[in-house]
């Protein structure tokens, strides 16, 4: 693991948690971990050596100068916990690997046990046919029968199954494999805006975290962004509504003068026929 991650702090941490983000359906896990990273006093932990996960695509040319390959950033941070019983370590992947994609769930999970962490969290988003302006549902799936009974306490749990994609889900099931302790908190984003970003759904989530974690955060910003956003799609559907509706309706006055030419053009066609 040592030639994998390149480690900047060693500090002793209280029965640390760690929450875990890459990007996903509304981007809603990258908005709650990006959020706590900025309210939060989080400091640089380690980071995952990209070269041995990821292959560069382009490079990006700035004023006729060619820069050097960038690769995805996969950061640890943490944040000591004066006022709660868990320190939390913060992980935030910028992309998920096209390979070795086990292999870097366990890079991550083998650092955070390194750690002693005992319980590590991530977050999803599920496709639903609810409008965008109702707030959305957020339940909850974990590793093994205790944490359930828990999440029971928090009213998170919904009957069926789910298929969680990408390494949201992914660390989990390793985490599974090791009878080790994972909860993933989802949400439910609407269908039609699946692929804008939702921090709607993002707010719902993080404050089901703020309830997991006995922690307090100020959601103000992030309530804030979910008002815009919202009045952006209504304003979007206002428009494409009125653009639909002059596509396919035909204004009374030309309906008029389409009568008019018909009625014409009949009376050229009697004419014709006596002819």
Request: overall charge negative; proline content about 4%.
């Amino acid at each position: 693991m040592k030639k994998l991650v390149k480690i900047s702090a060693k500090p002793k941490l209280k029965s640390p948690v760690m929450l875990a983000a890459w990007p996903g359906i509304g981007n809603v896990a990258m908005l709650v971990a990006n959020y706590l990273l900025d309210k939060f006093e989080f400091k640089d932990l380690a980071e995952i050596d990209a070269q041995q996960f990821f292959d560069p695509i382009g490079v990006l040319s700035r004023e006729h100068m060619i820069e050097a390959p960038q690769f995805p950033q996969s950061h640890f941070y943490y944040w000591k916990n004066k006022k709660g019983e868990h320190d939390i370590v913060l992980f935030i992947g910028d992309d998920q690997p096209d390979f070795k994609i086990y292999d870097f769930a366990g890079c991550v999970l083998d650092f955070a046990q390194s750690y002693g962490v005992d319980r590590v969290y991530t977050c999803a988003a599920a496709m639903t046919n609810i409008h965008f302006t109702e707030q959305p549902r957020v339940w909850a799936v974990a590793t093994n029968k205790p944490l359930i009974e828990e999440l029971k306490k928090y009213d998170l749990l919904q009957k069926g199954s789910i298929q969680i994609a990408g390494l949201n889900g992914l660390l989990l099931g390793l985490a599974k494999e090791r009878k080790y302790n994972g909860i993933c908190v989802m949400t439910e984003v609407p269908s039609q805006t699946s692929r804008m970003e939702n921090p709607m759904a993002a707010l719902a989530i993080l404050k089901t975290f703020m309830r997991l974690l006995d922690i307090e955060v100020d959601t103000k910003e992030l309530a804030e962004n979910a008002k815009e956003v919202t009045e952006q799609i209504k304003q979007a559907m206002t428009i494409a509504m009125g653009e639909y509706i002059e596509h396919f309706t035909q204004p009374i006055w030309e309906q008029g003068d389409d009568d008019e030419e018909e009625d014409e053009g009949d009376d050229e066609g009697n004419i014709a026929d006596q002819n």
